[in-house]
């Protein structure tokens, strides 16, 4: 069940740890025998744990006609060991030793490269010929009728799920089964793991339309990103698929059109070391490892995606920034050097002292003086402006916010890097918000409710999270229940559907608003 779920009209029932009555009755409808009290033991001594009982009483029955005193023959340390999955995984290694290297073992490794059920069309990828080394050779050239048999054995041993008659072919299995066989395949059995991934980068990449418009298209490229970073082809993965195919270059359609944040995070951690945001992953394939500008690339876009979704505090986004500012020097990049300071002003806001939000905000605002940009002007002021009002200096904070936003009316311009939040959006929020302290109620409402619109209009979903709250703020302090409640609710709804996670805090009462506002 989705934890989206908690607390409202759907059932929740916890069926990972059964109780000792329960796992004995379960253990008894696999076939176990044996006296009603060993049954019960046997369930407390694997901790109740749902998986790990359904394969034991499977095993038992086909290894020992269900005698539940041999049980003791599938591991020795059971009951020493408490962690979760690691009764499963012990079961799993006797499964392992029974059917021996064969058949069965080829299709459970290939099942652990997926986290769905796989279908007929992405299996047939992976047992073409020729077959994949150390993988599929046992599985090269079989019949429907032997295929069907490996299935059937795997299936009576409750490794595999049964057939869905609604998707026939595919084949899914538990996830602790993934993640064990998964794993195996990957440590141990590497170059294989890669081929598998090479093969399915080239399956997924072409499954897709070549400009997909939306997220159920989109998928399959995502995979293919994923599946290169695997395989170690990092630069065709970035070049080819993500940057003209899901970001489609500075349009960066796949958040600003489908707002699919945390799905680019999932593609983005791919490119780094075991998934350490800044380490960047290395490849034996000639001419695959990513040269310091994919990596300032990669970086900026991970440091925004993770503080949109995490929070401006996320230490992962901290890391990245930092990575970014010292590439960004070493290249001469100062585009890239302004986005880099911004992301560690933003993090600066809920971290660190007001001294220090302020020496990071002067930084990006003499670096937007230096290279005359007035889109990058709109983001200089908008720091300061945010940072002198948090230091309670109210006049000189809407002095600089309406500074940004005049030259946002001059052109309506377009910033030349990516932003969290629309610069001008935020310039039009934070002298709101100073007009309110300045006790020029009206003006602020009608330039809050200007913020609200242009987000609005740009698209600017983050920009229109922090308005919507900011909203809510002023209009608590004021009193107004009803309008709390509308900015609360829209903000609820947004942030839900974004995956904004520093906004969640405002799910369960409209009156928590008023605790904070960022900029």
Known sequence: MSANHEGTSALRRDLEHLSSDAGAKLLRALGAKGPE?????????????????????????DAYKGNIRCRNEVSVHLADDVRQGVHARRVMESYETWFGEGPELSVL?????????????????????????GLTESLIGLSRTEWRTILSRLRR?????????????????????????GEQLQNQRTEAWKECNRRLFNHYQ???????????????????????????????????????????????????????R????????????????????????????????????????????????????????????????SLSVRLNRPLAMFSALRGLWLHSIVSDR????????????????????????????????????????????????????QVWYWGNIRSPVEEVTAPAASCLIFAALSKWHSGEIA?????????????KELNDKHSLAVALMDNGILRQYERAPDEVERSASALIELSTRQSFAFFFGWRNSSSRLGALCVG
């Open 443 to 455: 003006s602020c409402h009608s330039a809050m409710e200007e913020a609200i619109s242009l987000a």
């Open 354 to 405: 007001l001294s220090a939000m302020m020496r990071v905000a002067r930084r990006v605002y003499a670096l937007a003086q230096e290279q005359n940009d007035p889109a990058l002007m709109i983001g200089g002021y908008r720091a300061l402006a945010v940072t002198l009002y948090y230091l309670g200096d109210f006049e000189s904070a809407r002095r600089n916010a309406m500074s940004g936003v």
């Open 109 to 133: 490794r290939i099942l652990g490269l997926f986290d769905r059920p796989a279908d007929a069309k992405v299996l047939g990828t992976l047992l073409k010929p020729p077959p994949i080394r």
């Open 157 to 181: 041993a409750r490794l595999l799920a049964r057939e869905d008659p609604l998707n026939a072919g595919y084949l899914d299995t538990h996830p602790l089964v993934r993640e064990y066989f």
């Open 37 to 61: 009290a060993e049954l019960r033991r046997a369930s407390d001594e694997f901790r109740g744990h749902c998986l790990a009982l359904t394969l034991l009483g499977s095993y038992l029955t």
């Open 262 to 325: 945390g799905a680019l995070l999932s593609v983005l951690v791919h490119f780094f070391e075991q998934g350490r945001w800044g380490s960047f992953a290395e490849t034996g394939v000639e001419g695959q490892n990513l040269n310091a500008d994919d990596q300032l690339f990669i970086l900026m876009q991970a440091g925004w995606y993770l503080t949109t979704t995490r929070g401006f505090a996320a230490p992962e986004a901290l890391i990245c920034y930092e990575r970014a500012e």
């Open 206 to 260: 072409v499954l897709a339309p070549q400009l997909p418009k939306g997220f159920r298209e989109m998928e399959p490229l995502f995979l293919a990103v994923i599946c290169g970073c695997n395989a170690g082809l990092f630069r065709v993965a970035l070049h080819e698929i993500y940057l003209p195919r899901i970001q489609r270059g500075d349009a960066f359609y796949a958040v600003r059109v489908l707002g699919a």
